[in-house]
């Protein structure tokens, strides 16, 4: 019997209405015959809350605790959940992280999955039962509730689906599937029936929110897989899935634009052994994430650096550099939080060679000037001016034949 995972995101469980509506979707899998577990996530905002009022409570931050706080939607809405499939006629019954238990190691906050205990649940479905699962939280070693993240159900649907040997992981959120480019920027942009797991990842991390970065390399790593698609309509999703079960591979299956990224320069940087360690060792002890680098040589034994941050870590890189200039030895610090990195992607770039250039042409034909260049096996991305980003946008979709049918 098909065995598989749906997992509901914030918005498709907002209130009793959409709840409704998904234990509608619950409802139809297991009519046809599957054996479903059902994830959700806390009604759309209430983490946020939950956030907010530990933040109220005072500056004494206590991770145990703020995790026992931030659970709670989860918890609310499997209770819920299971509540509106009852009245639907379907035999559900919630579960919390403890319950199952879900174990994950002692990181309250951001902890991570250890290992699934599946022997009760998996009794529970072959009896024909659907699981209600709170995502986002599992059982510490200390025997206390932990959170994983946020954006943490995702990991929770992926690690099930993995556990469990589903044939399928489903996650319905808001918009309907992974498309070429942002369709609020680029008109044509279309749903693609199929991207790759590592195309995933690189559009996760380049600031895509419909999945969780962590969830998908897990997917990855155990070959879940998995569905985007949203819970308001009834249209096919995007698959994400090995690269050899899709058919037919572009080149390039999207540009993707990430406004969260700010620059920093230094100028006249000694250009000697240790200044990169120097520069970098103090912003990863604040755990500020560096995204894009270069660095030129000089004849003057002065050299300039250049970087990228988080946008929300501008400030705080900003301030360390600045108290550890007579250390590292720069001369002046230059920061610009007014740039867009601009990335194409796609597998097939790894067996085609003009993939860059393609994109610098069609660049230099708009007069946008590239700050930052970086490339990964299946990823080019350029650093420019934020004021040029859409029309860089829509000019590469173009450019790579993205606009046609
Ligand atoms: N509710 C949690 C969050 O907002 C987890 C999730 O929705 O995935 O981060
Ligand atoms: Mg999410």
Not at 228 to 253: C, H, L, M, W
Not at 300 to 308: A, I, P, Q
Request: charged residues 25%; glycine residues 10%; proline residues 2%.
């Amino acid at each position: 019997m098909a065995r598989i995972v749906v997992k509901f995101g914030g918005t498709s469980v907002a209130d009793i209405d959409r709840i409704k509506n998904a234990a509608g979707r619950i409802k139809a899998e297991a009519d046809r015959g599957a054996e479903v577990v059902a994830v959700v996530s806390a009604m759309a905002g209430v983490t946020n809350q939950m956030v907010e009022l530990t933040d109220q409570m005072g500056s004494l931050f206590d991770a145990r605790e703020y995790d026992v706080i931030v659970s709670t939607g989860e918890q609310s809405n499997a209770g819920l959940m299971a509540l509106a499939l009852q009245t639907l006629g379907v035999q559900a019954r919630s579960w919390l992280g403890w319950q199952i238990p879900i174990r994950t190691d002692g990181v309250h906050g951001k902890a991570r999955i250890t290992g699934i205990e599946t022997g009760e649940l998996e009794r529970r479905l072959t009896g024909g039962e659907v699981a209600v699962v709170s995502g986002f939280q599992g059982l510490g070693p200390d025997g206390r509730i932990t959170t994983l993240g946020r954006g943490g159900s995702d990991l929770t649907a992926v690690a099930l689906a993995g556990a469990l040997g589903a044939e399928r992981c489903d996650i319905y959120t808001d918009v309907d599937g992974i498309y070429t480019s942002d369709p609020r920027i680029v008109a044509k942009a279309k749903k693609l029936a199929a991207v790759t797991y590592e195309e995933m990842l690189e559009m996760a991390s380049l600031g895509s929110n419909v999945l969780q970065t962590r969830s998908v390399e897990l997917a990855m790593n155990h070959g879940v897989r998995l569905q985007v698609r949203s819970a308001f309509s009834d249209a096919p999703g995007t698959f994400v899935v090995k690269e050899d079960e899709i058919v037919e591979q572009q080149i390039v299956s999207g540009i993707s634009d990430s406004k969260d990224e700010a620059k920093i320069t230094l100028l006249r940087v000694a250009d000697r052994p240790g200044v990169a360690a120097g520069i970098f060792g103090p912003l990863a002890d604040a755990a500020i994430n560096v995204d894009m680098i270069v660095q030129n040589i000089s004849e003057d034994g002065k050299t300039d650096l250049t970087f990228t941050v988080g946008k929300g870590d501008l400030q705080s890189a900003a301030r360390l550099l600045q108290n550890n200039q007579a250390d590292i030895g720069y001369e002046q610090l230059v920061q610009d939080p007014d740039v867009v990195k601009i990335s194409v992607v796609g597998v097939g770039m790894r067996s085609h060679a003009g993939v860059a250039q393609k994109m610098f042409q069609t660049l230099a034909e708009k007069g946008i000037n590239i700050q930052v260049i970086s490339t990964s096996e299946i990823k080019v991305s350029v650093l420019i001016a934020e004021e040029y980003g859409e029309l860089a946008v829509r000019a590469l979709h173009a450019a790579y034949d993205l606009d046609t049918d």
